[in-house]
């Protein structure tokens, strides 16, 4: 299939449709067929990324690895559909649980957070050992998005505690991106994002639970009173176990939005005006490097919505083409640079 362009259904012509589309249509988890590799990370924890296993890959062939979004791990049905295309087309591919997340719930007991590039880079820096010569491609959905660019950013000024080679990442892509978390959380305050507030709450909670029953760090976390908010959340858990002197100061080191203009990596970065949880006019203060990012904002997606219609009239999670598509055009790109 082709680049298809973005056309909603005509009965989902709304963020929120859309948004609330993707609990309700869950979709096809193919099944799970990967290995899992331990990464190090630089305060002595580890997480975990998953290697999709099938017929044999050149060691030196692309790499592709897919970072999950908030409340979400390796078995997310939109990371396992887009594993299972680019393996069938002869991609190597890594979904990551970020930090605590998933199958390294074991392995660490700081909370992996929007600011995470440090993480990411660990993650890079085990994909270059393991498969020198290989170019590599990140993707980052929601929250990871804005992981993956701050770690650009940072890398190419060299703010990172460990220098990374960006020479070694042909490119990237960040979809949903909440690159300005004060203003994201201020958002999901609203009384018309509420239902979403609950939903991200309730998933929050379970993790709360399974970290409290693993690690008495979050035990010792207070229980009450009651969080109705994500800002609430992150006061009382994000934050503080994650090494912040409060919730504004984890929303100002963590946002992206002031290092997308030193990103030198090609990247693609693509919103949606009517998405209700990340809003597009976050972008409006940003500054973007014109050399190395492209903008793509669509109409009627959602947040990680993008039900849309084929050219024959039939529905498909148009989010997860265009990735697909964008990464083989961009493999295709590097194949033909390294000839």
């Not at 700081?110 to 600011?115: E, L, S, V």
């Not at 000024?157 to 300005?180: D, E, F, K, R």
Request: glycine content about 8%.
């Amino acid at each position: 299939m082709s680049m298809l362009p973005y056309r909603p259904h005509p009965l989902l012509k709304s963020g929120h449709l859309q948004t609330l589309m993707v609990g309700f249509m869950c979709g096809q988890r193919p099944a799970h067929n990967a290995v899992p590799i331990e990464i190090p990370l630089a305060d002595g924890e580890k997480l975990i990324v998953h290697e999709e296993m099938g017929s044999p890959i050149q060691n030196a062939s692309d790499l592709v690895i897919l970072i999950h979004g908030l409340g979400g791990d390796h078995r997310s049905p939109y990371l396992q559909r887009i594993a299972l295309r680019l393996r069938q087309a002869g991609v190597r591919v890594w979904r990551v649980d970020l930090r605590g997340c998933g199958d390294g719930l074991r392995l660490a007991w700081r909370p992996a957070h929007a600011g995470s590039s440090e993480d990411l880079a660990a993650v890079v820096h085990a994909a270059t050992s393991r498969y020198p010569g290989s170019p590599i491609h990140v993707v980052g959905f929601s929250l990871s998005g804005n992981i993956l660019l701050k770690m650009l950013g940072e890398a190419a000024t060299g703010a990172l505690h460990s220098p990374l080679n960006l020479s070694a990442i042909a490119s990237t892509i960040a979809i949903a991106p909440p690159i300005n978390l004060s203003d994201c959380a201020d958002n999901m305050d609203r009384f018309t994002r509420s239902l979403y507030t609950r939903y991200y709450l309730r998933v929050l909670a379970e993790q709360v639970q399974l970290r409290s029953a693993q690690w008495p760090q979050w035990r010792q976390v207070p229980s009450g009173p009651p969080i109705k908010t994500i800002r609430q959340f992150d006061a009382r858990y994000t934050a503080p176990l994650a090494g912040f002197e409060s919730t504004d100061h984890y929303y100002s080191q963590a946002s992206s939005a002031r290092w997308l203009q030193h990103v030198t990596t090609p990247t693609t970065l693509m919103v949606d005006r009517h998405d209700p949880i990340v809003t597009v006019k976050s972008l409006d203060a940003a500054h973007l490097n014109p050399n190395s990012t492209e903008l793509i904002v669509t109409s009627h997606g959602g947040h990680m919505g993008y039900f849309g219609l084929d050219e024959s009239g039939r529905l498909i999670r148009w989010m997860e083409h265009f990735v697909v598509q964008q990464l083989k055009s961009k493999i295709g790109q590097a194949d033909a640079r390294t000839r």
